[in-house]
């Protein structure tokens, strides 16, 4: 179902309903951008350095779609029930007496691009986007409602004020008194006409409104008043018929209540976000996800990631990353491709037991037809759940009776081992961030950091190291991580590089720079982006590769069935994808 602001509170308790009585929700969303390229990340972080890094890279982008998906147990008919829900989203402003923080937002070329290449209605994310409003905005925003109520409501006085001063002198002014004449008989000619209850003025400037309100009331008895009216950005005045008392009284109530429709539209998409705090939350490396949700609808993200760990439970009380699981054993041994459509057919195959499910009405059909919906936020949400459930199902199977769970809920065992902790990508051996817990410790007494002059490249570094076998992880143009391949042989290794240092270059190990990171909360060498690093890096030095192709690099780890069904079915295999 799509969800704008034309249709949002009408589908509000739709959506509530679906929310209240799913074991659990799926979610995907859509971003104007992933990087602006402030920080380059690297292999060897740890995960509160590279939420540092996150925070600075993704500033100011945000989302424009989110996709919700449930999933309902039918006990009865043993199945899954689900309903999706693809909701545009953007901030504007939506009332000019309530002033709606006017949001400034960034985008990524490449992003933008990748999203009109998928068929993305930019103009229907523009045009009919649900507003939404972060925490203290909302509080402050329903002060200024409450404010403005107890303002009015406190005002009983319904008189005109024009009638409490001196009035202006027309001495002398006769334009102003033919201007006075004409309008007369125009009102004359309203009064007569019972047909008729109010009549619009043409407009004139300030001293002629003014005028009109010392004298047309006064000229017919007080049965006719005037009132003010905003047309096409124009402002100019309104004759009505009857007691201006009671007009006002009305129009008062009748601010009040648009006051606080405002409001309730202006808070908007912040709505469904507090629906899912209680519920067990899946995506699909799903970090940014999280980040961007909590920033554009909670609070401003904070600067450390304890800090944001604090938050985490306000936002979401569990979350799973079917990424993580995806690349963790048993899954990592029969799925090659991670990336969300892959995994999902992978799961869609033998040796994994289907599940039984009633897929959303959008979304019935085959899998090969539905493909067009890819990177739909909603599509992509349901596909995130069903591919859940086809794990949770398959680590089901190697479970005792007693621990197996036909509902794949956060308490469920099977889950237990992969609650809150978020992918984390491209990181050497710390596969994910614990949201409720600390994070993986990894001692990399194997890696050094290194400096050198600008014209270095790839043979000059392995010759220094020579005849070590290193694997090279740049960061710039002047600066790497090298990463002795053999553990024996890192006190040798550490102790003849030691001993080569010079002016030209320096190097120190992991565990100094990481002292140096902490200390100074900045990278001892600020990395850039330049087009030099393909020049200067062959093929076996690729970042990502862990082990760029040479000798003695690290084998995945092989499990057997007994292992699996001996509770090791968790463990974390060596080469992390």
């Known amino acids: 179902m799509e969800v704008t602001k034309q249709n949002f509170l009408s589908t509000l308790p739709i959506v509530e309903e679906a929310i209240e009585g799913a074991d659990f929700v799926s979610i995907d969303t859509e971003f104007t951008g992933l990087t602006n390229l402030s920080e380059k990340y690297h292999l060897y972080e740890h995960p509160r350095e590279r939420y540092k890094k996150l925070l600075k890279n993704t500033k100011g982008f945000i989302q424009i779609q989110f996709g919700l998906c449930t999933f309902k147990w039918n006990k009865e008919e043993n199945k899954y029930e689900t309903k999706a829900f693809n909701f545009y989203i953007f901030p504007f402003t939506l009332s000019p007496s309530l002033k709606v923080p006017d949001k400034i937002f960034s985008c990524q070329s490449s992003s933008i691009d990748f999203l009109a290449s998928q068929g993305f209605d930019f103009n229907k994310t523009f045009y009919k986007g649900i507003p939404y409003l972060t925490a203290n905005e909302e509080e402050s925003l329903r002060k200024c409602v409450d404010d403005k109520k107890e303002k009015l409501e406190s005002n009983t006085d319904f008189t005109s004020r024009f009638k409490k001063g001196n009035q202006v002198n027309l001495k002398g002014n006769q334009k102003a008194k033919d201007f006075i004449k004409d309008v007369q008989q125009q009102v004359q000619e309203f009064i007569d006409n019972p047909q008729l209850t109010e009549m619009d003025l043409k407009p004139c400037n300030s001293f002629y409104r003014r005028v009109l309100h010392e004298h047309i009331p006064s000229k017919f008895d007080e049965r006719v008043f005037l009132d003010y009216k905003n ?174 769970s036909c509902v794949a809920s956060s308490s469920a065992h099977a889950v237990q081992p992969y609650l809150n902790k978020i992918n984390l990508t491209h990181m050497h051996e710390v596969p994910y961030i614990n949201m409720t817990g600390e994070d993986l410790q990894v001692n990399y007494d194997d890696v050094f950091y290194m400096t050198f002059p600008q014209e270095w490249k790839t043979m000059d570094i392995r010759e220094k190291f020579a005849p070590f076998t290193i694997n090279i992880s740049w960061i710039n143009q002047t600066s790497c991580f090298v990463r002795i391949m053999e553990k024996h042989q890192v006190k040798a290794a550490q102790k003849m590089i030691f001993a080569a240092m010079n002016a030209h270059f320096r190097v120190l190990t992991y565990k100094t720079y990481s002292q140096q990171l902490n200390d100074n909360d900045v990278t001892p060498t600020k990395p850039v982006t330049s087009p030099m690093l393909s020049r200067k890096r062959s093929m076996d030095d690729v970042v990502m590769d862990v082990s760029c192709g040479v000798s003695g690099s690290k084998k995945m780890k092989t499990t057997t069935t007994e292992e699996v069904k001996e509770n090791k079915v968790f463990n974390v295999s060596d080469n992390w994808d």
Do not use: W
């Not at 936020?377 to 759940?385: C, E, N, Q, S």
């Open 231 to 404: 047309t096409n950005g124009r402002r100019h005045l309104v004759v009505h018929k009857g007691p201006e008392a009671k007009y006002r009284m009305e129009k008062q109530e009748l601010t009040i209540k648009k006051n606080e429709e405002s409001f309730h539209d202006a808070v908007g998409f912040s709505k469904v976000m507090k629906m899912l705090t209680n519920k067990l939350v899946v995506g699909h490396n799903m970090l940014y996800d999280v980040m961007y949700s909590v920033r554009q609808y909670v609070h401003e993200l904070p600067e450390t990631l304890d800090d944001f760990k604090n938050l985490f439970p306000c936002v979401f009380s569990n979350v799973v990353d079917t990424k993580l699981m995806c690349n963790m054993i048993p899954f990592n041994e029969i799925i090659g491709n991670t990336a969300l459509n892959d995994m999902y057919l992978s799961l869609k195959k033998e040796p994994f037991t289907q599940v039984k499910l009633d897929a959303p009405l959008e979304y019935l059909g085959k899998d090969s037809d539905l493909e067009v919906n890819l990177h739909q936020a909603a599509y992509d949400a349901y596909i995130t759940g069903y591919s859940y459930l086809l794990m949770f199902k398959h680590l089901n199977s190697f479970l005792d009776e007693k621990n197996k």
